[in-house]
């Protein structure tokens, strides 16, 4: 319910922000990459994995603050197999999922800079806000893919979304009026321990992949190890951490719409 709250107060925002376009309305475009920090890796906070791209539509207040609405999409995995960890190696867990992000987030301009005025043409900012984020771990084991969240694999069932809050770093430069290149680092903690499918201890008893004629090998979803018998039912299987994190580092170019009313300086 409260995810489904924030996309209605979203959607509200946008409609009502666009009312007043005639103003410092401002849209941008982003590409870059995304990465996550959790049961697989544990110590790792660039650790990107995949393709990363959004969208936002936002309202500057003065040369300062502003406040939008953001999309950002993103891929995210990583795989027991490839760790240098060699406990890890051994729980031989992968997963990979999409990140789909919906965000109303704040921006703080450290100098003053505006697209359509202010003394500076660059500025450092930071960011923060609330998220909603739809995710969907899958993995592949001997060239089958299951979706994870449906196998239950801690015999827990989880949703396949979550709150998150969003916070980071950027830099904006002025190229013309209205025309700004940025580049951020922004990362998210999920209030979730599964955007990986791992979050505490082995089941008790083996959760086993479905067997057919497509996928008609058996293999044991919660503990794939090829040494099953090193990880004991009720062990510890995840980090313990309750909180899974995920990051974006973004490129992009942005175009603000101006008008004769813009605020001065």
Not at 51 to 76: E, M, P, S, T
Not at 82 to 109: G, K, M, W
Request: aromatic share 16%; proline share 4%; hydrophobic share 35%.
């Amino acid at each position: 319910m409260r995810l489904k709250n924030i996309f209605i107060f979203t959607g509200l925002f946008c409609c009502l922000s666009l009312g007043g376009v005639a103003q410092t309305m401002e849209v941008g475009l982003n590409v870059g990459a995304a990465g996550y920090m959790g049961d697989l890796n544990q110590k790792n906070p660039v650790d990107f994995s995949g393709i990363a791209f959004g969208a936002y539509v936002k309202r500057n207040f003065d040369a300062y603050w502003g406040l939008g609405i953001h999309y950002n999409y993103g891929k995210i995995k990583d795989d027991d197999a490839h760790s240098s960890n060699a406990n890890f190696r051994e729980r031989n867990i992968n997963f990979s999922t999409p990140l789909h992000e919906l965000s109303l987030q704040v921006d703080f301009n450290l100098l003053d800079y505006f697209a359509g005025g202010g003394t500076k043409n660059f500025t450092p900012y930071i960011f923060t806000g609330v998220a909603g984020v739809l995710f969907n771990p899958k993995a592949v084991y001997q060239d089958q893919e299951y979706e994870l969240k449906y196998y239950h694999t801690e015999n827990v069932a989880y949703k396949n979304y979550a709150i998150s809050i969003p916070y980071g770093v950027g830099i904006k430069y002025r190229i013309s009026e209205k025309l700004s290149l940025f580049s951020q680092l922004g990362y998210r903690t999920a209030f979730t321990d599964y955007l990986d499918d791992v979050g505490d201890n082995y089941p008790q008893t083996a959760v086993y992949g479905h067997v057919d004629a497509d996928h008609p090998v058996l293999i044991n979803l919660s503990n794939p190890s090829a040494r099953p018998e090193l990880m004991n039912p009720g062990g510890q299987r995840g980090d313990h951490v309750k909180k899974d994190t995920y990051m974006f580092l973004h490129i992009g170019i942005s175009y603000t719409f101006l008008s004769d009313k813009c605020f001065t300086f």
